[in-house]
């Protein structure tokens, strides 16, 4: 994967640097294997799958993660806020 022109500073060290693009966005979460293996040995993994959960990223594998697997990530922690909001009141 090329990084566009502004991308972020850690995506210099991104282990999908010059690799094709299209295997970070499969048609189903099926077929995320081939860059789940690449993201699974990168060593911004955990950037790269916060700045898609910042910027709200609707396409593709990020930080390992597809959008559905993001999703999820996203509403989880919404309910431990929640549950930590209610525990503290
Ligand atoms: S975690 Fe995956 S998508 Fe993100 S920079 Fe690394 S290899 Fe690329």
């Known amino acids: 994967m090329t990084p566009p022109t502004n991308a972020p500073a850690w995506a210099a060290s991104a282990a999908c640097k010059g690799l094709d693009s299209t295997i970070f966005y499969p048609a189903t979460d099926e077929e995320a294997d081939a860059a789940k293996e690449v993201c699974g040995v990168c060593p911004v993994q955990e950037t790269c799958l916060e700045h898609a959960i910042e910027h709200r990223e609707h396409n593709g594998v990020w930080g390992g993660a597809t959008e ?8 989880r922690r919404r309910r431990q806020r929640s549950l930590a909001r209610a525990a503290a009141s």
């Open 68 to 75: 559905r697997e993001r999703q999820r990530i996203i509403r």
